[in-house]
């Protein structure tokens, strides 16, 4: 079992910032990749960004280059640098572990934080 805990969202200006943090426990040598998902109105839940256990990273196009994904393995948490917010990035965030078990891989998810970049 994997939890997620997200703390760091809130309120920010059209070019400004925000860093999100999410710190998993329980059985965390399961998991894969770690990393983020938004909901924004009007679309589906999308990944933003996800740091996997080889070092690669993905970013969705419209994060990439604003975005920053971190990630220290070793204490199990993951951050998300955003950078030069654009009002439509107003959403919920979702931290995201990718978990293995028994051959299958599976999500945990964290409780989603709240967003908002005002022009």
């Known amino acids: 079992q994997v939890r997620l805990v997200e703390s760091g969202g809130g309120s920010a200006q059209t070019g400004g910032s925000l860093t999100l943090s999410c710190a998993a426990s329980?059985?965390?040598?399961?998991?894969?990749?770690m990393g983020w998902y938004r909901q924004v109105p009007g679309k589906q839940r999308e990944m933003a960004a996800m740091?996997?256990?080889?070092?690669?990273?993905h970013y969705e196009d419209s994060v990439q280059g604003r975005f920053t994904v971190s990630r220290d393995i070793a204490k199990n948490t993951v951050t998300l640098h955003l950078g030069d917010l654009r009002p439509e990035d107003t959403g919920l965030y979702y931290c995201n572990a990718q978990v293995q078990e028994l051959d299958l891989m599976h999500n945990a998810w964290g409780q989603g934080t709240q967003v908002t970049v005002s022009s």
């Open positions: 329980g059985t965390t040598s399961n998991i894969r990749a």
């Open positions: 740091f996997y256990n080889n070092g690669r990273t």
